[in-house]
């Protein structure tokens, strides 16, 4: 993650999520910065996902859920997910790029 209106992204420990997708369903995890544990599921329809999500705040142990949509967009490196994302604390946006592993 390199951005959020939800809380100042770390540069140094960002949230870092692992994505799968298999037959247009979509799930995985994320951890770092702000968030002890998370997991996610849902769909992609071409360059759209749909998620609901659940994770663990590190600081307070409090248990958040909600739901997104991101758009895939090109990025210099890659790819990057502009993700707008609703929580009982209203709605908020955040930007992820991807970061390849070195194979």
């Known amino acids: 993650m390199v951005s959020s209106t939800a809380s100042e992204v770390d540069p140094a420990s960002p949230t870092v999520f692992d994505y799968h997708e ?9 951890e770092g910065d702000t968030v002890r544990i998370g997991r996610f599921v849902g769909t992609r329809e071409e360059r759209r996902i749909s998620i609901r999500f659940t994770h663990v705040v590190d600081a307070t142990g409090e248990v958040v859920g909600g739901a997104a949509a991101s758009r895939i967009e090109p990025h210099a490196d890659g790819l990057r997910l502009v993700e707008d994302f609703r929580t009982a604390d209203g709605d908020q946006v955040s930007v992820c790029v991807e970061v390849r592993s070195a194979t």
């Open 22 to 30: 298999r037959d247009g369903m979509v799930w995985g995890e994320y």
